[in-house]
């Protein structure tokens, strides 16, 4: 059939029902709007870009004048209310050091416990370091006695504070059955897994709580002293190096995640950054997608000049030129 001859086209097409005589087909010609109504739509749509920008601006300055507020109040209410989590500072030990701890420095014939021991190693080998670094004038002029109020220590529970928590839930739940199951879990787990049992006995961190502004002062700048060459011989704490850092408050610790190693912490923010990238690639490629197949029906049917149509076909809608041109469209467009 020859779709360029618009009889053939009409005549095949109502012999097989799909078109019937009374059937008309169109062609869609898009004409460029008055002047006077782009600038009109021009005019909307800056004045709805601006608002949409005034608002974007403006919900990012409240945002961040909130966290700032926040945080003023933060200050300000850090400053009214001072604990001891103000002037303690915190290091982690690896296995390396309470491994020569034990080797080396504990006593078995002292009657006090390993891990008082332990506690006391570490307040006067603090003590005697901070002492011997200069004095920063906070508690005023002259040397100060720099003492530690209290050596703190954390474990590797973190399991057994996982168990605890299930079994608040279940008790919380009136779930007795599972509470039963819990507790001969957690007393099965601590009677006979030795690994677990010697984990929880081994301190990973400690928390040193100082008697002094000046010994907080000291502590802080730690790990910049030890770098100086006369304090270099303090670059090791038994044998392996320690970070002091300002300790958060109690309450700010979610002590079960204590136990993730910074390996562990980097594998996760790895698998979450590549979730991200993925979420990020699957939009790119919609949004790519639709705008291809939005591009492709803009370009199918371009703005048209109304007056070069009038020229071309002029007013008369029957005539041979507009049946033959939306054949060939038709045909081009939407072919069988």
């Given at each position: 059939?020859?779709?360029?001859?618009?009889?053939?086209?009409?005549?095949?097409?109502?012999?097989?029902?799909?078109?019937?005589?009374?059937?008309?087909?169109?062609?869609?010609?898009?004409?460029?709007?008055?002047?006077?109504?782009?600038?009109?739509?021009?005019?909307?749509?800056?004045?709805?870009?601006?608002?949409?920008?005034?608002?974007?601006?403006?919900?990012?300055?409240?945002f961040?004048?909130?966290?700032?507020?926040?945080?003023?109040?933060?200050?300000?209410?850090?400053?009214?209310?001072?604990?001891a989590?103000?002037?303690?500072?915190?290091?982690?030990?690896?296995?390396?050091?309470?491994?020569?701890?034990?080797?080396?420095?504990?006593?078995?014939?002292?009657?006090?416990?390993?891990?008082q021991?332990?506690?006391?190693?570490?307040?006067?080998?603090?003590?005697?370091?901070?002492?011997?670094?200069?004095?920063?004038?906070?508690?005023?002029?002259?040397?100060?006695?720099?003492?530690?109020?209290?050596?703190?220590?954390?474990?590797?529970?973190?399991?057994?504070?996982?168990?605890?928590?299930?079994?608040?839930?279940?008790?919380?739940?009136?779930?007795?059955?599972?509470?039963?199951?819990?507790?001969?879990?957690?007393?099965?787990?601590?009677?006979?897994?030795?690994?677990?049992?010697?984990?929880?006995?081994?301190?990973?961190?400690?928390?040193?709580?100082?008697?002094?502004?000046?010994?907080?002062t000291?502590?802080?700048?730690?790990?910049?002293?030890?770098?100086?060459?006369?304090?270099?011989?303090?670059?090791?704490?038994?044998?392996?190096?320690?970070?002091?850092?300002?300790?958060?408050?109690?309450?700010?610790?979610?002590?079960?995640?204590?136990?993730?190693?910074?390996?562990?912490?980097?594998?996760?923010?790895?698998?979450?950054?590549?979730?991200?990238?993925?979420m990020?690639?699957?939009?790119?490629?919609i949004?790519?997608?639709?705008?291809?197949?939005?591009?492709?029906?803009?370009?199918?049917?371009?703005?048209?000049?109304?007056?070069?149509?009038?020229?071309?076909?002029?007013?008369?809608?029957?005539?041979?030129?507009?049946?033959?041109?939306?054949?060939?469209?038709?045909?081009?467009?939407y072919?069988?």
């Amino acid at each position: 059939m020859d779709f360029t001859n618009p009889k053939d086209f009409i005549t095949d097409y109502n012999a097989d029902g799909e078109c019937g005589s009374n059937s008309f087909l169109y062609i869609q010609a898009a004409c460029v709007l008055p002047e006077d109504h782009s600038d009109k739509r021009q005019v909307f749509g800056l004045i709805t870009a601006c608002t949409a920008v005034f608002i974007y601006l403006f919900t990012i300055v409240y945002f961040d004048y909130i966290k700032t507020l926040q945080k003023t109040k933060y200050v300000d209410f850090d400053v009214k209310t001072i604990t001891a989590g103000d002037y303690t500072v915190e290091f982690d030990i690896d296995e390396e050091i309470y491994a020569e701890f034990q080797q080396n420095y504990l006593d078995p014939t002292n009657p006090m416990g390993e891990i008082q021991q332990f506690k006391l190693y570490i307040q006067l080998e603090l003590e005697k370091r901070l002492n011997q670094f200069p004095n920063n004038g906070v508690d005023g002029p002259g040397e100060q006695n720099i003492k530690i109020a209290q050596i703190t220590l954390a474990f590797n529970n973190a399991k057994v504070i996982n168990w605890l928590m299930k079994r608040g839930t279940f008790i919380k739940t009136e779930k007795w059955d599972k509470v039963k199951v819990i507790n001969e879990t957690i007393a099965q787990g601590i009677k006979e897994d030795k690994k677990l049992l010697d984990q929880l006995q081994r301190p990973v961190s400690v928390f040193a709580t100082m008697e002094t502004e000046e010994g907080h002062t000291r502590a802080t700048q730690y790990n910049k002293l030890i770098g100086e060459p006369e304090y270099k011989h303090y670059d090791k704490f038994l044998t392996s190096e320690i970070e002091l850092q300002e300790a958060s408050e109690p309450t700010d610790i979610i002590w079960e995640n204590r136990s993730f190693t910074p390996r562990q912490r980097s594998v996760k923010r790895c698998i979450v950054a590549f979730l991200i990238l993925v979420m990020l690639t699957i939009s790119a490629v919609i949004i790519f997608v639709c705008t291809l197949s939005a591009n492709a029906k803009k370009f199918r049917y371009p703005k048209a000049n109304c007056d070069t149509i009038y020229d071309g076909y002029g007013n008369d809608t029957s005539s041979e030129i507009w049946e033959s041109d939306a054949t060939t469209e038709y045909a081009n467009n939407y072919p069988k």
